[in-house]
């Protein structure tokens, strides 16, 4: 049984953080057992790394390893994919056909975002599982192999057995070991690490000087959502490595290729549909909000402004804000393009320090009721909304349009059938 340190170096795995580690620890003590495993992750959190090292720390591991990935894979294929088939089974079955399971006899079989598996598949999967017996589609002889199993899901596969979307009896024949694998955000400490270790490699790949992070820009990614996880950070390190010419990296510069509401609550404005450009839009996004806020601000001012009229230390320490805000509007007026909008306050630039006073409105006859939401704050919505418009941008390329949003093709076409898009 190798080591932690031994199993990351093998298998490139970057990072500290002690829950990822104690996943790999988990994973290497039931390697050498048969036991199913399954792992629970976001999607891009690294799970593909837990079989191979399954696989690699068991007596199977020179024997074959399958990875298959049930979410892109035809329902009408899927049992003729992993069971295999015989000769005229169904049209084009020119040939019979061995499976996967067949072919990874004595080794190891991944099934990733096994949660895609149609009922009648869980079925044939639940008798491998129990007995080794499978039969290939188009044929009525039992046949035994001896797979051990791995699954991985990203969905919450409890909820689907809830939902009678997947059986019960499967869930806990696969689910004897589960191993949890944490999202990035949740792993703060490893971002910068991680980033780092990416950057160094785009710069061996493209023959470029490293690329560096400011420390305000450091701070930003390590506070970053980072919904699609590592891959996100990866293909934004890999963005950045390639595109700015500036090898040190600013705040500014992070923030306008990585807007803080990105991604999820993103502008959802339909005549704009056909505007090809994310970043923009996400920008605007920001800019809508931070405005919003603004004006919200403004209003609990002059609110507080009429309610304290008469009290004169009050009036002292507004002065100075009252002066600073309509200043800046003086300045600003009219100009709203993302590139004039201040998004970072100068380094030089006084800290704000007024808060805006919280009130009960109810007492008050002033129209005080909050601007409008945007279109809508559903994540599920704007997901959509994203997915649309990134396979519209890549004219119903999916591998380029996951590339852009930061997900696998894997879990685009899973959403893809989820939205019905
Ligand atoms: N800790 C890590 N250190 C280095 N690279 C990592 C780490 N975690 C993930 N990666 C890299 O991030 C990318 C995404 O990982 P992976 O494909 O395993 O995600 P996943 O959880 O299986 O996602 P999905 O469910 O979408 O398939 C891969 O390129 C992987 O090598």
Same mark, same amino acid.
């Given at each position: 049984?190798?080591?932690? $340190?031994?199993?990351?170096?093998?298998? /490139?795995?970057?990072?500290?953080?002690?829950?990822?580690?104690?996943?790999?620890?988990?994973?290497?003590?039931?390697?050498?057992?048969d036991i199913s495993v399954?792992?629970? /992750?976001?999607? /891009?959190? /690294?799970?593909?790394?837990?079989p191979?090292?399954?696989h690699?720390?068991s007596a199977r591991?020179h024997n074959a390893y399958i990875a298959v990935n049930c979410g892109a894979i035809p329902e009408g294929t899927i049992d003729s994919e992993l069971f295999g088939h015989e000769k005229g089974a169904f049209t084009g079955a020119t040939q019979a056909r061995k499976g996967y399971f067949e072919v990874a006899d004595g080794g190891t079989i991944f099934l990733d975002e096994v949660g895609e598996l149609p009922l009648s598949t869980q079925i044939r999967l639940l008798r491998i599982l129990e007995s080794g017996e499978f039969m290939k589609v188009g044929s009525s002889e039992l046949q035994k192999t001896n797979v051990r199993i791995v699954a991985?899901?990203?969905?919450?596969?409890?909820?689907?057995?809830?939902?009678?979307?997947f059986r019960e009896d499967l869930y806990y024949r696969l689910?004897t070991?589960?191993?949890?694998?944490?999202?990035?955000?949740?792993?703060?400490?490893?971002?910068?690490?991680?980033?780092?270790?990416?950057?160094?490699?785009?710069?061996?790949?493209?023959?470029?000087?490293?690329?560096?992070?400011?420390?305000?820009?450091?701070?930003?990614?390590?506070?970053?959502?980072?919904?699609?996880?590592?891959?996100?950070?990866?293909?934004?390190?890999?963005?950045?490595?390639?595109?700015?010419?500036?090898?040190? &990296?600013?705040?500014?510069?992070?923030?306008?290729?990585?807007?803080?509401?990105?991604?999820?609550?993103?502008?959802?404005? @339909?005549?704009?549909?056909?505007?090809?450009?994310?970043?923009?839009?996400?920008?605007?996004?920001?800019?809508?909000?931070?405005?919003?806020?603004?004006?919200?601000?403004?209003?609990?001012?002059?609110?507080?402004?009429?309610?304290?009229?008469?009290?004169?230390?009050?009036?002292?320490?507004?002065?100075?804000?009252?002066?600073?805000?309509? $200043?800046?509007?003086?300045?600003?007026?009219?100009?709203?393009?993302?590139?004039?909008?201040?998004?970072?306050?100068?380094?030089?630039?006084?800290?704000?320090?007024?808060?805006?006073?919280?009130?009960?409105?109810?007492?008050?006859?002033?129209?005080?009721?909050?601007?409008?939401?945007?279109?809508?704050?559903?994540? $599920?919505?704007?997901?959509?909304?994203?997915?649309?418009?990134?396979?519209? @941008?890549?004219?119903?390329?999916?591998?380029?349009?996951?590339?852009?949003?930061?997900?696998?093709?894997?879990?685009?076409?899973?959403? &893809?059938?989820?939205?019905?898009?």
């Open positions: 049984m190798d080591s932690l $340190q031994t199993i990351k170096q093998r298998f /490139g795995i970057i990072g500290n953080n002690v829950v990822l580690n104690r996943a790999i620890e988990k994973a290497i003590q039931v390697a050498p057992t399954l792992v629970i /992750g976001e999607s /891009g959190v /690294g799970k593909e790394f837990f191979k090292i399954i690699n720390q591991k991985a899901t990203n969905v919450k596969l409890k909820e689907a057995v809830e939902k009678a979307k689910n070991i589960q191993i949890d694998i944490p999202p990035l955000r949740e792993r703060k400490e490893d971002i910068n690490l991680l980033f780092r270790k990416f950057a160094s490699d785009f710069a061996n790949k493209y023959r470029m000087p490293h690329i560096e992070l400011s420390p305000e820009a450091q701070n930003y990614i390590a506070n970053y959502p980072w919904p699609g996880n590592i891959r996100q950070l990866r293909n934004f390190a890999e963005q950045v490595s390639v595109v700015e010419k500036e090898r040190v &990296i600013s705040l500014e510069k992070i923030m306008e290729l990585l807007p803080h509401s990105s991604t999820m609550l993103t502008v959802t404005n @339909k005549k704009d549909k056909n505007s090809s450009d994310f970043m923009e839009r996400e920008l605007l996004f920001k800019v809508l909000l931070d405005m919003k806020k603004d004006l919200n601000d403004l209003r609990a001012l002059t609110l507080d402004l009429i309610k304290h009229k008469d009290n004169e230390e009050f009036n002292g320490s507004t002065q100075e804000l009252i002066q600073r805000v309509y $200043q800046e509007q003086d300045e600003d007026e009219h100009d709203f393009t993302p590139s004039s909008y201040n998004l970072v306050p100068a380094a030089n630039a006084p800290k704000p320090t007024y808060q805006p006073p919280q009130y009960d409105y109810s007492d008050d006859v002033y129209d005080v009721s909050p601007i409008e939401e945007p279109e809508s704050l559903s994540l $599920q919505d704007n997901e959509k909304e994203m997915i649309k418009l990134a396979l519209e @941008k890549h004219k119903g390329k999916r591998k380029m349009a996951a590339d852009e949003l930061g997900i696998s093709e894997r879990t685009l076409y899973r959403k &893809i059938k989820q939205y019905h898009l």
